[in-house]
């Protein structure tokens, strides 16, 4: 999985995270039943508070496009 985020864009981390995934899922490169790393895993990956990953994959589980 290549998620990536620019802290440098006026968009907010976690909604480009989250709009990352969805495209990956709409756009089949993510296949039902994958496993999406762990919050602590992203937040370590890319040096970012944890709840700046959850708040993304809320979001994602909210729409019904992941379970958590």
């Known amino acids: ?3 990536s985020v620019d802290k ?3 968009v907010p981390i ?3 995270l989250a709009d990352t ?3 990956e899922i709409i756009g089949g490169r993510l296949p039902l039943g994958t496993q999406l790393p762990t ?3 992203l937040a370590k ?3 970012l508070a944890q709840g700046t990953i959850k708040r ?3 979001e994602l589980e909210n729409l019904g496009m992941i379970e958590m």
């Open 1 to 3: 999985m290549n998620f």
């Open 8 to 10: 440098s864009k006026k």
């Open 14 to 16: 976690y909604r480009q």
């Open 21 to 23: 995934i969805r495209d």
């Open 39 to 41: 919050v602590r895993e």
């Open 45 to 47: 990956r890319f040096d």
């Open 56 to 58: 993304a994959y809320d």
